[in-house]
Every structure is written in C-alpha cells, then in structure tokens.
C-alpha cells in the first residue's frame, strides 16, 4: 500500500506536471528547430510570437464570452485556436515578406537573421503590450478538473489522491495529436519530404525543381500551427502574461538545442528532458520517502536537491553540459 | 579634419537634444539621461570590443552587469560582524573547499592521460565536494540570514572606498567572462549567442537567490557614493552661498525676506540634486574617456589589426600564426570586464542593488541595438549608440504621447481608443527601438559611424 502511495505522490507532484509542461516546451522547441533548420536562424521573437498568437485566443475567448459561447466542460480558448492560428500566421507571414525576406534571398549570415529576429522581437513585444498590456490574464473556463484528490480518495481508498487538471489532459493530448500529424506530414507527405530536403542541402533541393518559396511558406504556416497552440495550451495552464512568455524562450531554447536543433523529434524529446530535469531536482522528496522508507530513517529535511529558484537554472546548466559534451545535441542535430 | 565632421555632427546633434530636454523638461532629468546615457555608452564599448574587434557574439551582458553590481556590494557596504562571527567560518571553509576542487581538477586534466577513470576522477570530486559545500554550508546559510533579516541577513561587504569597486567589479567579469570563454568560445555564432543568454540568465538567478551574498531580491540600499549627498549640500553655507550667487538675479525680484527665502530654499535642493548628478557626470566622463583612449590606441595597433584579420577570416589568420583561440579569450575577456565597469557605474549612481530588475531585455537586447545601431567596430560609433538609443528609451514615452495626442486630437476625451492608446504610451519604447533596430540593419547595416580602416 505504501508502494502505491509513494507511486501517487510521485505522479501527482512530478510526472504529470512535468509531461503537461515538457508538452508546452516541446511545442515550442520544434518551432525554434523548424525555423532553424530550414530558414537557418536562431529565432529571437519565438517566445513574442507565442505570445503574440495566444494573445488573440485571450482577446476572441473574452468575446465570445460576451456572446454566450461556450465549449462546454472544455475552455472555450479551444475554440478560439483556429482564428488565432490565422492572425498569427498572417503575422509571421507579413513579417517574413517585410523583414526576413530580404536577408533570406541576400543570404545573410545565420547572426545577422538572429540580430534581425532580435529587432522583431521589440516590435513584437511593443504590439502585444499595446494591444493588451503587460498584466496577468486567466482565460481558463469549463471544468477545471477531470479528477479531484477527494475524488480520487474515495474511490480507492488510498491516503494519497491524485488530481489531474482539465488542462494537463488538453495539453498532452492536443500535443500529441498536434506532433503526430506534424511528422506524418514531414515523413510522408511530397511537400514535407521536400522541406527535409530544403533543410538537408539548400542547393542540391533547388536543383531538384523544389520551390523555395513553397517551402518557405509551409515552414512559417507550420510554424505559427505550434507556437499558436503551445502558447495558447502554456497560457490556459498557468496563465497569460507577456513577461512570462518572453522569459519561457530560454527553456525553449534549451530543449532545442539539448535535442540538437534542427531536428524536430530531438526538439520533442527535449522538452521533456528539461522540464523532467526541472521538477524532478527542485522535487522535495520527503512526502515519497516517508512512504518507502521504514520508520527509522525517515528523513527530517525536506530531501530537496536544489530549491525550486534554481528551476530554470538548471535547464541552462543542462543545457551548458551538452554543449560542452555533445555540441550536436543528445540525437544529432542539424537534419529534420 | 573631414573625416571626423560626421562624427562631430553626430555628437553635436546629440548633446543637443539633451540640452533640449533640460529645457523643456529639467536639468535633473536631463543630467539623469545624460549619466545614463554614460553608463550605456561604456556597456556598449565593451559589446563593441567583442563583436566590433572580434565578431563574437555576446548575449549575456546581463550577467556581466550584475556581477559588476555586486561588486559594488561586496566591496563598499560595510562587513556584518554578527553574520561573520555567525556563519563566516563555514562560508570561508566553502569557499577553500571550492578552490580545492579546482585545483584538483585541474591536476588530474594535467597528469592523468584522457581516459574513463580520469572522468571518473573528475565526477567523484565534483559530488563529494558538492556534497561537503551543502552540509558546512546549509546551517551557516541559515544562520547568516537570520541575523536582523529586515536589515542585514547578509556576510556584508568589506567596507573599502566605493570607486574601488569599479575596478573590482571588472575583475569579477573577467573571471566570469574566462570561465564562460573556455566553455563556450568553440560554438558557432548562435549557438554562442544563446549559451551566454542562458549563463547570464544562470549566474543572476544565483545573486537573486543567495541571499547570504547580497540579500536577493531583498535589494541592497544606501550604498556608499563616490559624490555628496543632497542633504549635506542643502545644510553647507559654501553651496548655498553658491546658489545665492548664482541666481541673485532671480531672488533680488523677491518681495519679501520671507518670500526670498522660500524661494532660496528651492533653488538650494533643486542645485542639490543637479551638483550630485554633475559629480556623477564628471566621474563617468573619466571612465569613458579612458577608455576611448585606449580602446582607440588598442583598435589602431598591430594587435587591433591582427583582430580584425581574425574577425574577418579565422583560417587565414591562423594560418599566419595567430592564435585564434587564445586572441578570442582574451578579447572577450577584456569586453566583458568593461561591461562589468559599466555594472558597477550603474549601481553606484542608483546607489541601490536590485538583482529583481536584472532582465536580458533591458540589460542585453538594448544594449545590442545600440552596438549595431552606433557602428560595429568603431568606438565612436559605439558611444554614440549608447546615448542615441537610451535617449530614444528614455524618451519614447513623451514622444508617443505627443504623438498620440496629435493623431488622437478630434477624438473625445472619453473615447476608449484614446485612453487605451494614452495609457500604453510607456510601450511604445520598445517599438520605436525594434523599428529603428530593423531600419538600420536594412538601410545601414554598419551603423550611424560605420567601421573605418586607416590604410598606413
């Protein structure tokens, strides 16, 4: 029983949070990896551009509140994902034909496109802050919990209970769905075969009649696809605040790289990597040791490895330890 | 003489702007943008130094700023007998343990061949070490910050002369800036980039959740200045005798000697504040103006030149003999000190350490723009940068809402557009400088004073 007990706590503190938040980074990073590994530049704006698309899911969720739409027991920001997609897409698109166009077709070095996305991310951050301001918004409705710990309790009889979120459960499902068509369409389809080889070779894909621009607007169309719903799945589980957004770039930044940038199954695994390696240091595993251990060793601290300040601290210093071990990444980089 | 002309209009236009802002507005605020515009503009000479001289990308300013800030702490602010007699042992054994651990590491990269049980080696010091630091260390923690927390709870600094700190907090970047080097100088540029984003990122989360080192996010205040205080002016019969000279004209069309009075008594605190910025501005112009010097003797000298043949070709330089690896250490050794100069520069003008408002937009992103907006590569061009873009930071917000006003004039005071419009009017800062970013990569990629290359 104390097995089982332990089980729970484990699951309830750590590895259900930390799936939910892997799923958001991992979105994420396959963006940044996807803009690497095709139009070649780290991009400065990704985390002004999830921003700036969960933005119009807070402001459209607001209206159609006003108008009485609802999606039931689900947040009705699930329903306002499409149009949010569409502004944000738009977005990227006006500003890849104003902005990064020109040093594309110049051929630019990578830094330079990296100094550019610096500047779209002023602008970005400058829009978003006009539009909607700096302050923290929840736009999370419906059911806020598919399972209550005094639910839980009951049914099983255990000590512990297990909550699980209405929005942990959106975010690992609509991540999975949402990756898994994305590979499908990368390994499969004509059009994604031809991004893998606009990425591997530039010159050898032109070669073979591969439409450049056709590449180029997939690229940021799929790219606004999952910075749009990771933005939008982060903000419906925590909560909605330019800052916070901005900040999240540089976990984001290190599960691309940790899984080595440009390859987007890498991206994947690596947000999980870090956001498993954030909870499970700043974890204080007294609660799980109290049940496994006997009586006499219980422990009297709190059995934490470092304190939860140090959270993102240690996605950076993952992140230093790769680079310094394996600059390519944990699976090699630079191939999607 | 020509070719400086566009570098003296530049500056010209500049200070002239600022004189304009002590019109309209005031001197005291004129005289704050002014210093820092000073603090910016060395910041920039040190960005400039690694990405001007060197091409190395350096994204991590913020950390070199904060360190440069806490230099200040450690340095100027008086010890905490209590906390030292409290905790300071045990600090101190850490601190030994720590210089252990390296030196033993680096004997065993020294002496023991590249095998598994060197890496062995190296890990079982790293945690048994680790693990001491947390037992010696987590009680004295405790015991440190316990010690008055709503004043101290911190070892305190060793109370030696502020402007000392300065220097101090150069080193403490240089050490930081070795360190990262040797991580991290062998990536690619945006790799780079990021690395030392996050280092920086690492290191200020450091200082905001140590509080024993300088009290976090529980910020250090009244620290020590190098210039007097507006109190101490306002009481001395030298300066107000000054300011009855200086304004004797204004107070003999006095009514009164009560009424002179009064208006004296003004004129004596808004002196106060001004003379203490002057100072400031007198001991910032110092440091710019060394630093001009020798930045400019050293981008002119053989070795300014073997720099920019590294920057420009890496194979062909190292070909020649150079060594590339050693030259880009050195350089972003020497950048990142300046920038941590700049650190400590801004924390004794504000005379307050807050790690809280250490954030990589203001502290790395701005100061970026104004390295490319000024001229890669030219020392000028990067003072310049420093003040044009602080400037429009600063003053973003005024302009915007003369702006706003001006286009939102037919509307109605009620109107919401207005109101939204009038109350994001801070924000607009960041589009005016993204916009000017972007402008100037497109139109004049080398900056407002570009890079310039005396043939000899």
Redesign the interface.
Known sequence: MDLINAVIVLLNYTIIPALTYGSQLALGAIFVTLIYGILR??N?ATGDMMSFGTMFAVLLTYYFQSIGINFGFLPTALLTIPFAIFMMILYMLLIDQT?FK?YRIKKS????L???S??????????I??II??TDRRFLDGEKFILKATEFKEMTGLAEGLTIKSTQMITIVVTIIVVAIMFWFLNKTKTGTSMRAYSDNEDLALLSGIDPKKVVLITWIIAGILATIGGILYGLDKSYRPFVY?NNM?PI??AA?VGG?GNPYGAFFGGYVIAFAEIFLTYAYKRFLVYLLPESLEPNSLMQLL?T??K??IS??I??IV??FR?SGIFEGKRI | MRNYLNIIVAYSIMMLLIILVGIFQSWSIALTIFNYCMISAVMTLGANIQWGYAGL?NFGIMGYTALGGLAVVLVSVAPVPEAWSAGGVNMMTCLGIIILMIFSTRYILKNIQKSNKRNYLIAGIIIVGLILIKFIAGPAIEQIEAVDPAKTGFLGGLGLPVLFSWIVGGLFAAGLAFVVGK??L??R???L???T???A??VV??I??EDWLARGVKNVIGLKRPAPYEIDLQTSPWFINLVEKFHSAKLDLANSLSERQDILNQLVIDASSVYVKLCFAGLFLVVVIILLIITQKALYSPWGRMMRAIRDNEEAASAMGKNVVKQHLFIFILGSAIVGIAGAMMVTNDGLFTPGSYRP?RYT?VI??MV?VGGTGNNFGAILGGFVVWFLWVEAAPIALFFINLFTAHLPETNEIKIH?I??AP?????????G??LI??FR?QGIIPEKIIKQ
């Open positions: 530049f780290a400065f902005v020109y070095p990578p830094v330079m990296a100094m550019v610096v500047g779209v991310m002023f602008v970005t951050q400058a829009i802050r006009i301001g700096p901005f540089l930044f290190a790289i940038i304190s300040d140090y993102f601290a950076f210093s992140l230093v680079l310094i600059p | 990308i991580v991290a062998g990536l540029a945006d790799y980039a990021i690395a984003l996050l280092i990122e690492i989360s450091i905001k959740h937009m992103f970026w723009v490319i419009l109350n994001s924000y607009f800062r960041f589009l005016l400088v993204g916009i970013l972007l990569m497109r990629p």
